[in-house]
Every structure is written in structure tokens, then in C-alpha cells.
């Protein structure tokens, strides 16, 4: 079993709402990442989770804030965003980031702020 | 951020043509990856590559990483409708740092003849 769980599916979302996405993922895997894609572009890494710790922030606006509660679970905090933060928020997950390493990807939130 | 040069960015196929499509890179890499995706959807993994000169297939796809470890290249045989979508090209390396870190290319758009 190879799934990544994303939920919701799609977001609408006001400038001055609180909302949150969730990732989820059953393989044991201890990293897990955030990624933003826009149309046409391949994903943007926003930040990575190893054992349940952030380990890389691409230098993503606090806006955002991500949250790792335990080894399956990934939240997105969303707070004041911007319309031009309206893309597709994509979860990967992948066992340790050791060399031989591979993420696995989620279905994606299509989020649009308004 | 540093993004791999993959063409062709878009193709039409016809049912039963092969296709091939590559990825360049200045620096190297440890692995390589394509993933596929369609519309709305997440990225797929089709195929893993770990070693220099490795050539390796799953089912009409069939994927090699370059010698120089600063390339690789994809082909599908006998195109069916279900191939369109985008294909993409990714590198990896081991960071030093917890999670791995991949740098993607622009993607190739693979269409239908009309």
C-alpha cells in the first residue's frame, strides 16, 4: 500500500479565514513533506518533517504553519492568505530520506482564496 | 529554486506510437524519478532509478539514469490514450539533513493526435 490520504479535496477560503489541511499516511514512513504546485509548474517544496520534527522550511511566509502531531499525520495551518496562494497543496511521504529514499504523493487540496 | 532542463515541454501522440522524453542537469544526482500526472490529481511514481548506467523497465515504460548521473530519459511503448497527462522528471539527493530533497523538471505534456 503505497496512499497518501489529503483532506479536503477542495478549499474555499476568504482572506481573514482559519482553515487547515490534513495528510495522512499508513506506510510507517518518518518524513513527510508540503508541497505547493501552480498550474503548469512542477511542485514547489514548502517544508519537510523527519521523525515528527521539522527539518527544512523553505523560507515559506508564516502564514502558513505546519504541524506534525504524530508519525502519520501532517497538518497544514492556513491563516490570512493571499489569492495568489490559491494552488494545489500536495503531501508527500517517503520512509527516512536515506539515499534510496522515494516519496509518494497524495492526491492533493486544490485550495482557492478569495 | 533550481529546476532540471526536461523536453519535449509538450507532444502529441498518436495511439500506438513510442515517445521519449528527457531530463538534463548541471549538477548530479543520486537518483532519479518520474512520476506521472493527471489533471487535479497528485503525482504517481512510474519509475525509480538508484545507479549509475541503471536501465530499468514497468510495463511499457522504460527509464535509464545516465552515466554522467546528469541525466535520464523515459520512453513509453505503444502509447495508449490512458498515457496523456504530465510527465515529470525528478533528482534527488541526500541532503545531510533529515528528508530528502527533490528538484523537479518543467515537465513534458504528453496530448492526443485530433
Known amino acids: 500500500d503505497t496512499e497518501v490520504t489529503q483532506t479536503p479535496k477542495h478549499l474555499v477560503m476568504g482572506m481573514t479565514n482559519k482553515k487547515s489541511l490534513k495528510c495522512e499516511q499508513h506506510m510507517g514512513h518518518r518524513a513527510m513533506y508540503w508541497y505547493k504546485q501552480k498550474a503548469k509548474k512542477p511542485p514547489e517544496l514548502m517544508f519537510v518533517?523527519?521523525?515528527?520534527?521539522?527539518?527544512i522550511n523553505e523560507s515559506v511566509p508564516s502564514r502558513f504553519s505546519p504541524e506534525c502531531p504524530n508519525s502519520s499525520l501532517l497538518n497544514l495551518h492556513l491563516h490570512a492568505l493571499q489569492p495568489e496562494d490559491s494552488a494545489l497543496y500536495l503531501c508527500?511521504?517517503?520512509?527516512?530520506?536515506?539515499?534510496?529514499?522515494?516519496?509518494?504523493f497524495g492526491p492533493g487540496t486544490r485550495l482557492t482564496v478569495l | 529554486g533550481q529546476q532540471l532542463n526536461q523536453s519535449p515541454q509538450s507532444m502529441f501522440i498518436q495511439e500506438g506510437e513510442d515517445v521519449s522524453m528527457n531530463c538534463t542537469s548541471s549538477?548530479?544526482?543520486?537518483?532519479w524519478l518520474w512520476y506521472k500526472q493527471d489533471p487535479g490529481e497528485g503525482p504517481v511514481l512510474l519509475i525509480a532509478l538508484y545507479k549509475a548506467g541503471e536501465l530499468t523497465s514497468n510495463g511499457r515504460l522504460t527509464a535509464q539514469f545516465g552515466i554522467t548521473r546528469k541525466d535520464s530519459f523515459l520512453n513509453i511503448s505503444a502509447s495508449i490514450p490512458s498515457d496523456v497527462g504530465i510527465y515529470f522528471c525528478a533528482g534527488q539527493n541526500f541532503p545531510g539533513v533529515a528528508g530528502n530533497m527533490l528538484t523537479f523538471g518543467g515537465g513534458t505534456r504528453l496530448m492526443v493526435k485530433p
Open positions: 508527500a511521504s517517503s520512509h527516512s530520506g536515506g539515499a534510496r529514499d522515494t516519496q509518494y
Open positions: 549538477s548530479i544526482f543520486n537518483t
Open positions: 518533517y523527519s521523525y515528527e520534527k521539522l527539518s
